[in-house]
């Protein structure tokens, strides 16, 4: 069997990186048919000072290919992932083309390898915020309208394909493999430069914010800071400022002196920082996965999130109001918090699922 893992973005590594390690060893213990991989970074997201760093922190190899796509337009972009893919099929066709997540990579790469004759299996596949504003939405939609086989993280995503129209038979509810990374890379933690000196022992909040419906609109930037800040009464909040939302703070006036600003932190240092928190206020998806597991605080500054389980079951609240955030951001601080539950399939095996019932599958010849 041979596969394409694309990834685009940084979430998309720590997706696939469990994948990666489980095709090595199901390779290294069986004698029979071998799984050959290429792992692609479309470039769709790319950090130079970072990269080194991240794939070592990881344990991912470097791509075979980096199609070097870079930023632009959604359509820009697209279309650059598009041509470069297709060249790459030129040269390698796959059996599978596995996918990840709900970036632009995941839709283009879906489109690119149906159309060559190749089967797509997305990896989280079915989840839905109901929120067409957000291009992840669409991505995600599209692709699954595309997709052979669906590797999912919930009943809810299962609920969420079943209802589209989708066999059961196409669906695999193998649990999250962000999970599996975070819980294999725990004992690796590190510590930021910066902790000790600036940070206060474990009294402190860690914020990110980077959704265009928070951080392109400068008044409404400025409330949700102002609002976060005073709620805070004194804690200190950890800031890494997406570049993104850097941008835009260049233009705002406000001082916000119980804030740390910092740059994007590494994987190993970012969970660092989210474990010995006493919570988390984000507008990401992933990061409210990771918290539930961590049993860490959460509040999430959205209107909708494709998550619920960890609302469900995890430390996520949703807050579609700044406005109703004081509240929540005092219960936080001051420990009176609901505790995680156990999420289903989230216990770090989501990958050997995935990589097991690959070997398994019959892929009839579909070529053009």
């Not at 769709?44 to 991240?54: A, I, K, R």
């Not at 994987?267 to 988390?280: C, H, M, R, W």
Request: hydrophobic share 35%.
């Amino acid at each position: 069997m041979k596969l394409d893992l694309i990834a685009g973005a940084r979430p998309n590594f720590m997706k696939i990186g469990p994948i990666i390690k489980a095709i090595d060893l199901h390779n290294q213990n069986n004698t029979g048919q071998k799984i050959e991989y290429r792992l692609i970074h479309t470039g769709q997201h790319y950090d130079q000072n970072m990269s080194q760093s991240f794939f070592e922190q990881l344990d991912i190899p470097h791509p075979h290919i980096n199609l070097g796509a870079g930023s632009g337009t959604q359509a820009v972009q697209t279309a650059h992932i598009m041509t470069g893919y297709e060249k790459a099929l030129a040269e390698w066709m796959p059996d599978i083309c596995i996918v990840v997540g709900d970036v632009n990579s995941t839709m283009a790469c879906s489109i690119v390898a149906r159309k060559a004759g190749a089967k797509v299996a997305h990896v989280e596949g079915g989840i839905r915020s109901g929120d067409w504003t957000m291009p992840e939405e669409i991505n995600r939609i599209v692709t699954d309208s595309i997709t052979n086989y669906f590797f999912t993280t919930s009943e809810e995503a299962n609920k969420n394909l079943v209802k589209e129209g989708h066999d059961k038979s196409q669906i695999f509810y193998v649990g999250n493999t962000m999970i599996d990374s975070l819980l294999g890379h725990l004992n690796k933690l590190k510590k930021p430069d910066f902790f000790d000196e600036q940070l206060h022992g474990d009294n402190y909040l860690v914020l990110t914010l980077h959704r265009p419906s928070n951080v392109d609109d400068p008044e409404k930037l400025t409330q949700i800071l102002n609002t976060i800040s005073a709620s805070a009464n004194g804690t200190q909040v950890l800031f890494p400022v997406h570049p993104r939302t850097r941008k835009m703070m260049e233009s705002l006036p406000g001082q916000y002196q119980n804030m740390i600003l910092v740059e994007p932190l590494p994987y190993l240092e970012f969970i660092y920082v989210v474990s010995n928190s006493i919570g988390v206020i984000t507008d990401s998806g992933g990061i409210t996965e990771e918290t539930s597991v961590m049993n860490i605080p959460c509040i999430t500054l959205r209107t909708t999130t494709e998550r619920p389980e960890t609302i469900r079951l995890g430390t996520n609240e949703l807050v579609p109001d700044i406005n109703d955030a004081p509240s929540l951001i005092q219960r936080m601080i001051s420990g009176q918090w609901k505790k995680a539950q156990l999420i289903p399939f989230w216990e770090g095996k989501a990958a050997e699922r995935i990589v097991d019932i690959l070997s398994q599958l019959s892929i009839p010849a579909n070529r053009k």
